[in-house]
């Protein structure tokens, strides 16, 4: 009879953060595959489990999968663990899940902490449906186009950043969705946790050094119901389109629509407006 493969969330931070449940699969199954053995050890020492692991990572998932899944066959129960959170939402994992699925083999998943869930959960959103992208591209160029195709997004959306594109990512924000407000939160759980919701423009005044991965919850919108943003004159509105093609690299398709969801305007309107500007030569 085959065995079950356990998909484990992990405390994202405070060890105090897991289950019962985790914590008795961990010590009961044959093997941990573990996104980082070493992370994962600490976790297994403070709570005196001896359980064998052996790595499972972005660059041996495909590798090590088939020994996994033969493992999975021959009766072996596996529980899989990233660094922290859960596997498989922006971790590794995703690969031995859906070969587990294919081979028949019985997937359970053992629920846990969340850094996308514990940010939204704190940020005050009144809006219950919210969009998880993850993390966006590491690159400039890749990264503006990605966050330009959520311009027209009305939930809430939620994602992480590294501590190093922190800063590069917030000032895309602000010129592609506008200054919208930010729960922007980091080192959650951890004894410096920080969850701080205010507009982006507020957030690039900080000067504290980036630490720790970071979790954005971006509102849907910080204009107040019912009111607009009066659109600019066309020299204004040609000068800010000029800025997100020429300076922040976006094509003018994705530069419209960021220019009509920010006045909340039909982009044909916008387009006008351009025009208007280029006929006059202002």
Known sequence: MPGILYV???????????TLRALRILREVSLIAAEDTRRTLGLLQHYSIST?????????????????????KSGDSIALVSDAGTPGVSDPGGELVASAHAEGIRVEPIPGASAALAALSASGVSDPEFLF?????????????????LTSEQRTIVLYEA????????????????DRTVALGRELTKAHEQLVVQPISSHLKDT?????EYTLVIFPTNKPAGRKIDAPEPPEMASEFGQLTLSEGLSRRAALRALAEKYDLPTREVFSLLERARVSGE
């Open 8 to 18: 484990v969330a992990t405390p994202i931070g405070n060890l105090e953060d897991v």
């Open 133 to 149: 992208v993850g993390f966006p591209p590491h690159r400039s160029n890749a990264r503006k186009k990605w966050l330009a195709r």
């Open 208 to 212: 504290k050094p980036p630490r720790g």
């Open 52 to 72: 064998r692991t052996t790595s499972l990572h972005e660059h041996n998932e495909h590798a090590k999968t088939p020994a996994l899944i033969a493992r999975l």
């Open 163 to 178: 501590p190093h594109r922190i800063r590069d990512t917030l000032e895309d924000l602000l010129a592609i969705l506008g």
